[in-house]
T-cell receptor, first 114, second 114 residues
Framework: AQSVTQLGSHVSVSEGALVLLRCNYS??????LFWYVQYPNQGLQLLLK??????LVKGINGFEAEFKKSETSFHLTKPSAHMSDAAEYFC????????????FGTGTRLTIIP | ETGVTQSPTHLIKTRGQQVTLRCSSQ?????VSWYQQALGQGPQFIFQ???????GRGNFPPRFSGLQFPNYSSELNVNALELDDSALYLC?????????????FGPGTRLTVT
């Protein structure tokens, strides 16, 4: 069974500061990993994903994440936070070779302080 | 290109009633997955439909059922509604059932059970 743990249900950073959202996973096989963003009253939008290959993945809106197998982590970062980054962020894992079922973490709400 | 659409956007039902939620998949997509997102939680996989057949199911009781139509749109039916069924219901469509295919999420239907 797969699981995802997101450390910190709420994270606040100042505008222009580094954003770091933490995600650790548990999986019996090398997983596919995803970060999604959800704005209020909207569905989920894919920020980035790791399947195979380069472990540093770049996504939309200046976000990136690094897959670290030894740490079973896939933390999301952005060098400089913008007010528009305020949203809920979800880390998710799926099983390569299985159906596309996504197992999500409980989410991290990011607040940007002006 | 039209994205994933869901209807209705909001719905209020009484405990014990039945509800049907609808999802139109993105053009060219043959796979639809449904997720339940309770307040403050990450989405949980309900089931997936691929070419009109159920192709995987999460840990939800049989009173949650679905259909997929020849045009690949889909319905989620919930019988004997319980208060805990109150949630945002998300559907996602993709080009295929495998985990390598990106899922595109609709805006969701918010169901309130009183």
């Amino acid at each position: 069974a797969q699981s995802v743990t997101q450390l910190g249900s709420h994270v606040s950073v100042s505008e222009g500061a580094l954003v770091l959202l933490r995600c650790n996973y548990s999986s019996s096989v090398p997983p596919y990993l995803f970060w999604y963003v959800q704005y209020p009253n909207q569905g989920l939008q894919l920020l980035l994903k790791y399947t195979t290959g380069a472990t540093l993945v770049k996504g939309i809106n200046g976000f990136e994440a690094e897959f670290k197998k030894s740490e079973t982590s896939f933390h999301l970062t952005k060098p400089s936070a913008h007010m528009s980054d305020a949203a809920e962020y979800f880390c998710a894992v799926s099983d390569p070779g299985g159906n596309e079922k996504l197992t999500f973490g409980t989410g991290t709400r990011l607040t940007i302080i002006p | 290109e039209t994205g994933v659409t869901q209807s209705p956007t909001h719905l209020i039902k009484t405990r014990g009633q039945q509800v049907t939620l609808r999802c139109s998949s993105q053009s060219g997509h043959n796979t639809v997955s449904w997720y339940q997102q309770a307040l403050g939680q990450g989405p949980q996989f309900i089931f997936q439909y691929y070419r009109e057949e159920e192709n995987g199911r999460g840990n939800f009781p049989p009173r949650f059922s679905g259909l997929q139509f020849p045009n690949y749109s889909s319905e989620l039916n919930v019988n004997a509604l319980e208060l805990d069924d109150s949630a945002l219901y998300l559907c996602a469509s993709s080009l295929g059932p495998g985990s390598e295919y990106e899922q595109y999420f609709g805006p969701g239907t918010r169901l309130t059970v009183t």
